[in-house]
C-alpha cells in the first residue's frame, strides 16, 4: 500500500483521538447498574466486564455506547427472569448479533430465547427522540455532568458528581494534526459517533485544526446515519472533494463504515488503531482475523506509516 494513494484522512474520535477508558466506558456500567436497581432491584457493581465491552463492539452494531448500555440492561433483566446466568446470556446475544445493533439483541432475547421483553421495552421506552427517556437521560447526566448537562439539554440532573467526560484522555495533539494537514492539503476531518458538544469539551482548540464544517458528529444527527451506514463518510468525503480516503477507526463499526462506503463508489481504506483502552492485544487480533491492511498502535505511528518521518 502506497500512502500518495490516498489524498484525505478521517478519524473516528474515541478510542482514536481520545482514550475513553475511564469516560464512556466507566459510563456505561454506571449507567447500566442505576437503571437496573431502579426498574428491577437488581445489584450489580460492573455489569458489563472490559472483555464484553470488547466483544459488543466487535459485532458491528454497537457504535453507540448508549445502545451497549440498553443491551445490558436488557439482558440482566431477561437473565432475572429466566433465572440464567446473566454472563452466560449475554455472551449468547453477543454470539448471535450482528450489525444491526439493538434490533438483533431483541430480536433474539423474544424470539429465538422466547423471553417476554415488551414490559422492559415498554417501560425503558428507548431510543426516545427527544433523548429524555430513562437510559438515554441517565447516560448524559452521568457522562456530562450537571454543568455541561444543563447547558446542552436545558435540563437540571439528578447527579451532582462530576462528568465522566472530564476523565477523557485526549490522545491526539496539535503538532501531529499540522503535519498530517501539509501531507493531505488541509484534507483532514472527523466522522464520529459523539456530538459537536462533547467532542468539543474535550479536544477543546485542536478540533479546529480539524475541517469542522466537513465533519460528522453522528450523536447530533438521525439514528439512521449510525455506523456503519457509510453515508456519514461519504458525506465527509464530498465535502472533502475526496477521491482517496484512508479512515482512522478503531472498531468493526468502522472497518464496515470504510469498506461500505468504497463499495458505493467512494474510495476508503481503513486504518485500524488498538492500542488504547483496555485488551489492546485483543483489538489487534479481531483487526488481524479481518484482515485489515493498515493496523497500528496508535495514531501518534501515522507519520512514520505514511512516510512523513
Known amino acids: 500500500m502506497k500512502s500518495n494513494e490516498f489524498d484525505s484522512i478521517i478519524f473516528d474520535c474515541d478510542g482514536v483521538l481520545i482514550d475513553v477508558t475511564k469516560s464512556y466506558d466507566t459510563t456505561i456500567n454506571r449507567t447500566i447498574s442505576y437503571v437496573l436497581k431502579e426498574i428491577a432491584g437488581i445489584t450489580v457493581d460492573t455489569p458489563l466486564t472490559n472483555e464484553l465491552l470488547l466483544k459488543f463492539k466487535s459485532t458491528g452494531g454497537f457504535n453507540d455506547e448508549i445502545d451497549i448500555t440498553y443491551a445490558g440492561v436488557l439482558c440482566f433483566i431477561t437473565a432475572k427472569k429466566l433465572n440464567k446466568d446473566p454472563t452466560e446470556l449475554i455472551l449468547d446475544v453477543i454470539n448471535n448479533a450482528d450489525d444491526s445493533g439493538i434490533t438483533c439483541i431483541e430480536n433474539f432475547l423474544s424470539d429465538e430465547i422466547g423471553t417476554d421483553i415488551s414490559d422492559v421495552k415498554a417501560r425503558l421506552a428507548y431510543p426516545s427522540t427527544d433523548k429524555n427517556d430513562l437510559i438515554h437521560s441517565t447516560f448524559d447526566q452521568l457522562f456530562f455532568g450537571p454543568e455541561l448537562y444543563n447547558k446542552i439539554f436545558q435540563r437540571e440532573s439528578k447527579f451532582s458528581e462530576k462528568g465522566f467526560i472530564e476523565n477523557d484522555q485526549v490522545i491526539v495533539n496539535s503538532e501531529l494534526i499540522e503535519v498530517l494537514k501539509k501531507k493531505f492539503n488541509d484534507k483532514i476531518a472527523i466522522v464520529t459517533g459523539r456530538g459537536f458538544n462533547a467532542i468539543s469539551s474535550s479536544l477543546k482548540e485542536i478540533l479546529n485544526q480539524f ?24 458525506r465527509a468525503m464530498k465535502g472533502l472533494n475526496s477521491k482517496n480516503c484512508l479512515y482512522v477507526g478503531d472498531s468493526m463499526e468502522d472497518m464496515f463504515l470504510a469498506q461500505k462506503a468504497s463499495e458505493l463508489g467512494f474510495q476508503a481504506t481503513f486504518c485500524g488503531i488498538y492500542g488504547s483502552g483496555k485488551l489492546p492485544e485483543a483489538r489487534k487480533k479481531m483487526f488481524i482475523d479481518q484482515d485489515v491492511s493498515m493496523i497500528l498502535e496508535s495514531i501518534n505511528f501515522l507519520p512514520k506509516i505514511l512516510n512523513l518521518v
Do not use: T
Open 211 to 234: 475541517d469542522v464544517g466537513n465533519s460528522v458528529f453522528l450523536e447530533d444527527e438521525s439514528r439512521d446515519l449510525a455506523k456503519p451506514n457509510p453515508q456519514s463518510l461519504i
